[in-house]
T-cell receptor, first 114, second 112 residues
Framework: DAGVIQSPRHEVTEMGQEVTLRCKPI?????LFWYRQTMMRGLELLIY????????DSGMPEDRFSAKMPNASFSTLKIQPSEPRDSAVYFC????????????FGQGTRLTVV | GENVEQHPSTLSVQEGDSAVIKCTYS??????FPWYKQELGKRPQLIID?????GEKKDQRIAVTLNKTAKHFSLHITETQPEDSAVYFC???????????FGQGTELSVKP
């Protein structure tokens, strides 16, 4: 398995534009997490899915953020409209949830909103 | 709600010394506690984990201890080396699809 795959690796966009980040979890994993990493806030959990169902989205900062997981092999995080304060590294991670197991991270998407 | 507090935020040690990072968690249902290492510009990667039925676990130079009564756990690195320099994150979760919450991170610097 190639691991958790995120795209794009880097995204530069203008304020007000829509941004879509993509994640392909490891095959067989049934929990998926989206995190935002900034210097000030560390690894902040935005939302997590279990068996493709959103379980907790209390970390999503505001209505401009939305996430979907239409099937077990794909998830998206969308920001519309984007703002400069959304600039951060966004990580996706997946795990097999039985018994508490290692969560594997993707390489992250570095988002810059200008 | 779930919360994980981590201290210190920065730690500087001399090569060969030991380093200790401490975390506390709020959710008594938490029963899985991983530690991740993140090198500059890279993704976090698991270095060691511990489950609630164990009080201590060791892997070469790193060890983790867990006190469920006090709801705190610690990472111990002995004989530190410059390549141990990184940001370390503790986390807590619980089984059956629970969310994974991270501490704020500790930036460890090992000086030669």
């Amino acid at each position: 398995d190639a691991g958790v795959i995120q795209s794009p690796r880097h995204e530069v966009t203008e304020m007000g534009q829509e941004v879509t980040l993509r994640c392909k979890p490891i095959s067989g994993h049934n929990s998926l997490f989206w995190y935002r990493q900034t210097m000030m806030r560390g690894l902040e959990l935005l939302i997590y899915f279990n068996n493709n169902v959103p379980i907790d989205d209390s970390g999503m900062p505001e209505d401009r953020f939305s996430a979907k997981m239409p099937n077990a092999s794909f998830s998206t995080l969308k920001i519309q409209p984007s703002e400069p304060r959304d600039s951060a590294v966004y990580f996706c991670a997946s795990t097999f949830d039985r018994g508490g197991t290692e969560a594997f991270f993707g390489q992250g998407t570095r988002l810059t909103v200008v | 709600g779930e919360n994980v507090e981590q201290h210190p935020s920065t730690l500087s040690v001399q090569e060969g010394d030991s380093a200790v990072i401490k975390c506390t968690y709020s959710d008594s249902a938490s029963n899985y506690f991983p530690w991740y290492k993140q090198e500059l510009g890279k993704r976090p990667q698991l270095i060691i984990d511990i489950r609630s039925n164990v009080g201590e676990k060791k892997d070469q130079r790193i060890a983790v201890t867990l006190n469920k009564t006090a709801k705190h756990f610690s990472l111990h690195i002995t004989e530190t080396q410059p390549e141990d320099s990184a940001v370390y994150f503790c986390a807590a979760t619980y089984n059956q699809g629970g969310k994974l919450i991270f501490g704020q991170g500790t930036e460890l610097s090992v000086k030669p």
